[in-house]
């Protein structure tokens, strides 16, 4: 918990409203959660907020217990935070201590920062390697977010695509939409 804040407790306190948008997008999550395997999941859109919206639908579902009995007693950490280091040293190091952490607690689902490019450094792409090597292995739970530019990026590593869930937010339009029949 010293690492980000616990979605799902704030959404049981209710400090946390799910709205009433994104529904589709939430549930699908929910079944990509739930499965055994392969429920690591990267939500690909250019709105921080559709994510963000679609995540705490689920959290609060978690908090209701208004879902699969393989996501009740989960917590959803969302350390995005994370994204607005300033030294790429220190967000790598707290990236993998985040990790770590998440390996042992087993009972953690992470909301990791947005991956947009440039995804490499000096070091390369340190970013998805490490996200990489803890998909394979199979040790931590996470839902990511990725731009539509960071995705392209990503989508060729064969790892991402055999074992990753990708759920397309949609942008929604922000005018009310007029039926044809009108």
């Known amino acids: 918990d010293e690492y980000g804040r616990n979605l799902v407790q704030m959404a049981a306190d ?7 948008e994104r529904m589709v997008e ?9 499965r055994l395997e392969h429920n690591n999941v990267l939500l690909v859109t250019d709105d921080d ?21 393989t996501l009740k007693g989960k917590r959803i950490m969302d350390v995005t935070a994370i994204d607005s280091e300033k030294d790429m040293l220190e967000a790598e190091n707290r ?22 490019p440039p995804l490499t450094t000096i070091k390369g792409d340190w970013w998805i390697e490490m996200l990489k090597t803890v998909l394979v292995k199979g040790t931590v739970q996470f839902i990511c977010q990725s ?29 009310d939409e007029v039926p044809d029949e009108l």
């Not at 939430?26 to 739930?34: D, M």
């Not at 990236?95 to 947009?116: G, H, S």
């Open 26 to 34: 939430g549930k699908a999550l929910i079944r990509a959660l739930s």
């Open 95 to 116: 990236l993998q201590m985040l990790l770590d952490e998440a390996t042992k607690a087993k009972d953690v689902i992470l909301f990791l920062p947005v991956l947009k």
């Open 49 to 69: 907020d559709a994510a963000r919206l679609v995540v705490i639908r689920v959290a609060h579902a978690i908090a209701m217990k208004d879902c699969p009995s």
């Open 147 to 175: 731009t539509t530019l960071g995705y392209r990026c990503i989508e060729k590593e064969p790892a991402w695509r055999r074992l990753a869930q990708v759920i397309w937010l949609h942008d929604k339009e922000e005018k």
């Open 14 to 20: 209710g400090n946390l409203y799910p709205g009433t």
